[in-house]
């Protein structure tokens, strides 16, 4: 059989290889249009086609998926928390849930609030200085971790060493910084903290 071949990158593809190429591109954009992959900008590896339930919230107060903001944002989730069996309000369940990797919550209070019992139940288990909670938060293996920790000492105006207690004060700044620290922007307010706090 005699087979037209081109040379790419010093490799041998053939034209059957491209046409395929190209019909699975068709395909795949076929798909995106029908709403069966994530838009485009999405990353594949990060996020699934389930349908968010009818009561979604994301940040902006509208009902889509903010599939270009940062991940913690779109998920309504700023504290990026892994996905696991914990019961929390708000959560979404894993059929819904468009993240192949951490929980996803309805509204974004819920995210603060389950943010907020996080913190607070570690703080409340003897991790209760910056260190001890970002290296949980943010394993070196996956981030600067020494840049982390520096950044929400200087948010709280503590030093490494200082002792936390779970007051309302400390953690509406341990939100907020960690929020901003994995979301790249200052996305909790006064307002939603206060909010969360008090569906604790």
């Not at 838009?39 to 594949?44: E, F, Q, T, W, Y």
């Not at 009561?55 to 270009?68: A, E, H, I, P, V």
Request: with cysteine.
């Amino acid at each position: 059989m005699n087979k037209k071949t081109l040379f790419i990158s010093g490799g041998l593809v053939t034209t059957g290889a491209i046409v395929t190429t190209v019909l699975l591109i068709r395909n795949r954009n076929k798909k995106r249009r029908q709403g069966l992959l994530p838009p485009r900008g999405s990353n594949i590896l990060t996020t699934n086609s389930n349908q968010l339930p009818l009561d979604f919230q994301n940040w902006n107060g509208g009902n889509t998926y903010l599939s270009n903001a940062p991940r913690g944002i779109r998920n309504n989730n700023p504290g990026n928390l892994i996905y696991t069996n914990i019961k929390w309000n708000g959560k979404l369940p894993k059929e819904q849930n468009k993240d192949r990797r951490f929980e996803m919550f309805k509204a974004p209070v819920y995210g603060v609030r389950a943010m907020i019992k996080d913190l607070k139940h570690d703080i409340e288990k003897g991790k209760n200085t910056v260190p001890a909670l970002i290296e949980e938060y943010a394993p070196k293996i996956e981030n600067n971790t020494a840049e982390y920790i520096n950044t929400v000492c200087k948010d709280l105006k503590v030093s490494q060493t200082a002792k936390l207690l779970p007051t309302r004060n400390t953690l509406r700044l341990l939100t907020m910084s960690i929020a901003k620290v994995e979301n790249g922007g200052n996305y909790v307010s006064n307002e939603l903290f206060e909010r969360a706090y008090s569906m604790i």
